[in-house]
């Protein structure tokens, strides 16, 4: 940007005393030292500072952006890690077409333990969005040995399988042997896959 200094006549300046000439000089140094500075220098000043301030701002997202990255790879192992447990509890969920088998599963691991099954009543699912509960209604008859060994052996199944509910009565002595009747509700789980998926791998 062009400055436009008044314009002095030199030979008029020259024919003053020396102190007025150098009090002219000094003033015009002084006009034109204000007006670089007003036109120039001030404005990037104001420039200076505005860019000071974005850099604070950039450097307090570089340092959060450098927080979050060193951050990735442990994210990374919890998501895979949360994915393998995930996938080793929908491996102990059946299938549609497994469950007969399985509830076949609960029933003999009740007459194998010993215990006379009086009612085995599967009941309608009850769905819970990627699952559905299976619930089996069931009253048996025996000791109380076989009653522990049917939870041993149910509990040991290869899929997950949950007796709730367990209601025990004393049907008095056989033999000298306590008789107990037991009510209670065997549940099962079945897979539900999202719309699209195939059945899940075994």
Known sequence: MALALPKINPEIVMKLPLPKRVAILA???VVAVGLIYWFLIGPKFAEVKDLRVQLQDLSVKLNESRQI????????????????KLKAAVAQLPNEKEIPDLIDSISEAGQRAGLKIQLFKPERENKKGFYAEVPVTMSVEGRFESLYDFSDKVG?????????GMDIISLGHRNRVPYLKANFTSTTFRFIPMQGEGEPKK
Do not use: G, Y
């Open 156 to 164: 040991k199944l290869s899929r997950i399988v949950n007796i709730s």
């Open 69 to 84: 990255a060193a951050d990735i790879p442990k994210f990374l192992q919890e998501k895979e890690e949360m994915e393998k």
């Open 27 to 29: 003033a015009v140094n």
